[in-house]
Structures are given as structure tokens and as C-alpha cells.
């Protein structure tokens, strides 16, 4: 049987309908959420990410700044914007686009950002409470894969998890989310042995690593959960994910599509890390 498939699209325009109503209610108090995205260079890729961010704070009616600087800005002048905007009240929300161009150190940016505005949740203070469940503005992509689940019933409390990439942007955060959802999770990587084999163990599995169509039928237990994280470029241009989507298809009981899935979250995810920001902010 044919998997269902989970519709990124569809779950993350009906979370920001859920946002719309909520925006309305502290405009109402006086309020509106403001984001402010920086972009270093002119990297394309960036370009494109930079522009949807922006696009979304319009749809939501946010209040949003896109400042563009050129490659050649020192990282004294980045974190001389940084503080700016860390005392500026309309902004509840920092975004500085990854990646940076090399002479500036991103731990450094990162570091800068204040906690409270730290909509990427990559902070070490935030990924810190993240760890130990505290209150924390939690990193985009990990929480939307969280909600992908949650939303099609496919709860993780008691189901072993198999999240494939420990990045700190993916695969790390991700992990300890489940894990504060109750599931059992392994988490492997590049040096994990048997890699197949314990993928194929998983009820549910995540998977971050960034080569296309890595994870085939076999890898995947009859009528798991699959979430494709991966986003690689095929050399025709088009765009696919770390499973290989047609194979794994009969396999898995839901899957999400590349694209359609996982990626149409982050942003919405980004878009409820500001809200939440200025909500807190007002009290
Ligand atoms: P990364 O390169 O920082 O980390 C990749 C991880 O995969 C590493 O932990 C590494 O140990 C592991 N890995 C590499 N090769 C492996 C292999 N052959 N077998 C097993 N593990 C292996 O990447 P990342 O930032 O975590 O991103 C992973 C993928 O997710 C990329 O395709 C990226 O484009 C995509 N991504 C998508 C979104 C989104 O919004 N949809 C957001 C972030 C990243």
C-alpha cells in the first residue's frame, strides 16, 4: 500500500491561519510582531530565503526590516547592527542569514543575538534550555518537523525514533525534542555502522544528512513515519530530498515529499518564534 503523504504546504498554511487570528489580537493591544532579517553578501540561495522571510511577515501582517549589507562588512560592523537591534523595541525578532562569508566568525554573530530575540533558537542559551526543557524559542526546522508529526495523529511519545544527521541546526535539536515528546530516539551519523539496519529499526525516522536519495525501501521498517529533511539540487535543477521518495513509497506508512514537506515549516516555525517574542515581550 501506497504511504499517505504528509503536506507541509497544506499543515503550514493552516498554522498560519492560526497565527493571522492571533496577530490580529495583540495589533489590537497595541502590538505587532516585528522581524529583522540580515543578509551579508549576495549569496542566491540566501537571496531567495531572504525574500520568502519577508514575504511571509507581509502575508501575516508583521511588521519586518530586510537589511542588506555588502560581503566586504567587517564583523565589528555585523555586530554594531546586531546590538541596534537588540535595543530596538519594534523588532522582537534577529535573523542573520547563514551562511556568513568567511572572515566573520558565525559563533561570534550568534552569540550576540540577544536570547529573547533569538527567533533561530540557535543561541547557546536557547539550544541550553532547549536541552534541559526549559522555556526556549525553539530552533525552526526541528520544531516543524515536531508539528508535521503531531498534526497527522502521529504522535512520538513511545515510539523509537531514528533521526539520521547530528547537526546543530537538524539532527541535535530535533533529537532532543523528541525526546522531550517521550520517544525512544538513536541518533546516527557518518561513522554509524549499519546504518540500514538501524534505520529499519525506527517507527519513526528523521532524516538530515544532505545526500540525495540516500534512504531506500530497505532502510525503512514496513508502515514507518518518514520525514525527509534533506533539500539537494539534482544536476537538472530539480529539487529532492535524503529518501528516495518513489522507492520508499510503498514502504512507509506516512511520508513527506521534498518538496511540499518539510520545508514550507521552517519558515512558518520562524514566523511563530517572532509572535511568540513580542507576545512575551509585552508583559
Ligand atoms: P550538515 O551537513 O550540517 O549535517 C549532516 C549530517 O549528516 C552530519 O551530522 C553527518 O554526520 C551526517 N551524514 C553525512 N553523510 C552521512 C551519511 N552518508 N550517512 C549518515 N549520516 C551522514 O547538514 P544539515 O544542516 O543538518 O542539513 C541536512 C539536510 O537538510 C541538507 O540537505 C539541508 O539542505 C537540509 N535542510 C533543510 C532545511 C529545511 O528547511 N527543509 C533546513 C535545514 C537543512
Redesign the pocket.
Known amino acids: 500500500m501506497s504511504a499517505q503523504i504528509i503536506n507541509g504546504k497544506q499543515i503550514s498554511e493552516s498554522i498560519r491561519e492560526e497565527l493571522r487570528l492571533e496577530v490580529e489580537q495583540l495589533k489590537q493591544n497595541g502590538i505587532t510582531p516585528g522581524l529583522v532579517v540580515i543578509l551579508v553578501g549576495e549569496d542566491p540561495a540566501s537571496q531567495v530565503y531572504v525574500r520568502n522571510k519577508a514575504k511571509a511577515c507581509e502575508q501575516l501582517g508583521y511588521y519586518s526590516e530586510v537589511v542588506r549589507v555588502p560581503a566586504e562588512t567587517s564583523q565589528d560592523e555585523l555586530l554594531a547592527l546586531i546590538h541596534k537591534y537588540n535595543e530596538q523595541r519594534n523588532i522582537h525578532g534577529i535573523l542573520v542569514q547563514l551562511p556568513l562569508p568567511k572572515h566573520i566568525e558565525e559563533k561570534a554573530i550568534i552569540d550576540a543575538i540577544s536570547v529573547e530575540k533569538d527567533v533561530d533558537g540557535f543561541h547557546p542559551e536557547s539550544v541550553g534550555n532547549l536541552m534541559i526543557g526549559d522555556d526556549a524559542l525553539l530552533p525552526?526546522?526541528p520544531s516543524?518537523v515536531i508539528e508535521l508529526l503531531k498534526r497527522t495523529g502521529n504522535h512520538p511519545a513511545g515510539k523509537h525514533v531514528v533521526v539520521?544527521?547530528?547537526?546543530?541546526?537538524?539532527?541535535?535539536p530535533v533529537s532532543m525534542l523528541l525526546l522531550r515528546e517521550n520517544a525512544t530516539v538513536t541518533i546516527?551519523?557518518?561513522?554509524?555502522p549499519n546504518?540500514p539496519e538501524m534505520a529499519r529499526q525506527a517507527d519513526m525516522l528523521v532524516?538530515?544528512?544532505?545526500?540525495?536519495k540516500?534512504v531506500k525501501k530497505e532502510w525503512v521498517k514496513p508502515g514507518a513515519v518518514v520525514i525527509d529533511?534533506?533539500?539537494?539540487r539534482l544536476p537538472d535543477g530539480k529539487l529532492c530530498?535524503?529518501v528516495d521518495y518513489d522507492d520508499v513509497l510503498d514502504a512507509a506508512g506516512w511520508i513527506t515529499p521534498?518538496p511540499g514537506?518539510?520545508?514550507p515549516?521552517?519558515?512558518t516555525m520562524l514566523m511563530a518564534n517572532t509572535l511568540k517574542s513580542a507576545k512575551r515581550a509585552r508583559v
Open positions: 525552526c526546522t516543524g539520521i544527521g547530528r547537526s546543530n541546526i537538524v539532527g541535535k546516527c551519523h557518518s561513522r554509524t546504518l532524516v538530515a544528512v544532505g545526500v540525495a540516500l529533511v534533506g533539500m539537494n530530498g535524503d521534498v514537506g518539510v520545508g515549516m521552517t519558515i
